[in-house]
């Protein structure tokens, strides 16, 4: 059994976590990848749920181990997907989703291609980003403008994902992003085709 792989990316503060939160309910069986990163937990959040939280060194090592999947830097820290929770998961036929950046989306991309659909997602305009960074209230003005100067180049990638969904109505943007989750369910390598039909040819 091979799973597929549903990666979705866009500025910080698009309403990511939000919509998966939503949405989860209508995807069905999932594995939501648990990134590890170096920068420091925001209120609220979760080791080991929302991330794991460690520090750069540790980091690093698990860089030299191969312990990941993708990693990239961004906003100034490591963020990154680990491979083993993954590749167990894969194996099970499960669809496995990744919050993760442009860069990670590039690298997934690839290595996994044919088992991958992507969702870029992203606020009506970059005032609105603003607005929701701000009413968050969770990162200091440096760490805010510093995400809004990445959201102008994030952007530019958006062609590069198969859909795009405007999150401008919360209910709207999770009932498209279940679609698309389960969509990206059927979609199949070509080890599993073979394995499909040869099945089928008795
Ligand atoms: P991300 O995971 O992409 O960084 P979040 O899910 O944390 O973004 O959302 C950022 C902020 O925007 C949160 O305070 C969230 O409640 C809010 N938000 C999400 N979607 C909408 C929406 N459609 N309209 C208004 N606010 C939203
Ligand atoms: P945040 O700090 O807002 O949680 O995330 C910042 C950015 O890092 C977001 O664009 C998010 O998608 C991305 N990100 C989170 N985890 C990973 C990961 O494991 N790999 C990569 N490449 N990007 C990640």
């Known amino acids: 059994m091979i799973g597929s792989i549903l990666v979705l990316s866009g500025p910080s503060g698009a309403g990511k976590s ?33 991330y794991y939280f460690v520090d750069k060194n540790t980091f690093e090592d ?22 083993k929770p993954v590749r167990e998961a894969l194996d099970k036929g499960i669809l496995v989703i990744f919050d993760i950046d442009i860069q990670g989306h590039r690298l997934i991309r690839a290595k996994l291609n044919d088992i991958t659909t992507s969702a870029f997602i992203t606020p009506p305009t970059l005032t609105e ?22 959201a102008k180049t994030e952007i530019l990638s958006v062609g590069e994902y198969d859909f795009a969904i405007v999150n401008d109505n919360i209910k709207r943007a999770s009932y498209e992003f279940s679609i ?23």
């Not at 999932?30 to 990163?37: A, G």
């Not at 698990?62 to 491979?83: M, P, Q």
């Not at 698309?180 to 008795?202: C, G, M, P, Y």
């Open 18 to 50: 939000t919509i998966i939160s939503k949405a989860s309910k209508d995807i069905g069986d999932y594995y939501f990848s648990i990134s590890t990163t170096t920068r420091q937990p925001r209120k609220g959040e979760i080791d080991g749920k929302d």
């Open 62 to 83: 698990g860089i030299r181990a191969g312990d990941f999947l993708e990693f990239a830097e961004v906003h100034n820290n490591y963020y990154g997907t680990s491979l």
């Open 129 to 150: 980003l603003e607005r929701r960074l701000r009413l968050r209230s969770s990162d200091n003005e440096e760490i805010i403008n510093n995400r809004l100067e990445n």
């Open 180 to 202: 698309i989750a389960n969509v990206s369910r059927l979609k199949h390598s070509q080890v599993d085709e073979a394995t499909f039909i040869k099945n089928w040819l008795v």
